[in-house]
């Protein structure tokens, strides 16, 4: 058995992970990143024993742990470099955890431990090239190859949000650059190209537009809100074309919220794959929404233990 934990800006997913890549036990404890790394090391341990107790299961089965930090950070050294939406630096965290659990930990980037738990055990089951992404509030990425994460010279490796697919007028991207992918392929981008199109006319002025699910409902009754999710599955259609060229996957894996838009994205997605990318690529990839939702991080983290095990 395996720890998985997943540690996100206001929650704390963590799981009991068996080696073929199931949930036995999982619980999220609120992130309260501001009360420091320390304590949430302390409060880790209490959710795993809530978690082995719950289950009449001897904590001592359980032989590493793996934790996923929305953060650059060094992986050698198991150190949080920086991770701006907890406002941690600097931190030691993998030996922090593995002092309080008393077990091996390690840790890795969570975009990455989501590609890692999707290639394992989910929509890139068996396959041995897979690149996953995750399209959200902006658009992550993670390269598996042979079952392992590559992470490039410094971690880099497979953020296909920040490729430049607009090469001229291109809006300011989080990263300092203008026109990424994930300025134009994004919930971000969804949700502003559809409140452009309801402030000109082109959609109800009463319907509240927070995220790419209500786009995805609008586009139900309305021509305008499916051309923002076509023009928006295009996009990432043609970034995975161009990435696929370098990587010649087996699989690609779509997932994030913005996935859930189904088909509405799903199909543009494609069309615009096979349009853009050389067609020997085209023909050896398959797209694939996710399977593990909102679980591919622990499973990940899960499979990270396993491997340094
Ligand atoms: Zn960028």
Redesign the pocket.
Known sequence: MWFGVDIGGTSVKAAIVDDGGRLVAQQAIPTEAGRGPADLCLRLRETLRGMADACGMDPGVIRGAGVGVPAFLDLARGVVVEAINLGWREVPLAELLADVLGMPVSVDNDANLAALGEAWAGAGAGAHTVLCTTVGTGVGGGVVIGGRLHHGANGMAGEI??MRVVREGGLL?????TG?L??VASATAIVREARERQAAGMLPPDERIDGAADVARLARDHEAARRVLETAGRWLGFGLAQAAVVLNPDVIVIGGGVSKAGDLLLEPARAAFTESAQRLVAEATLLRLAKLGNGAGVVGAARLAMQRA
């Open positions: 949000g920040h991207c989080n990263c300092g650059q990424c994930e300025t």
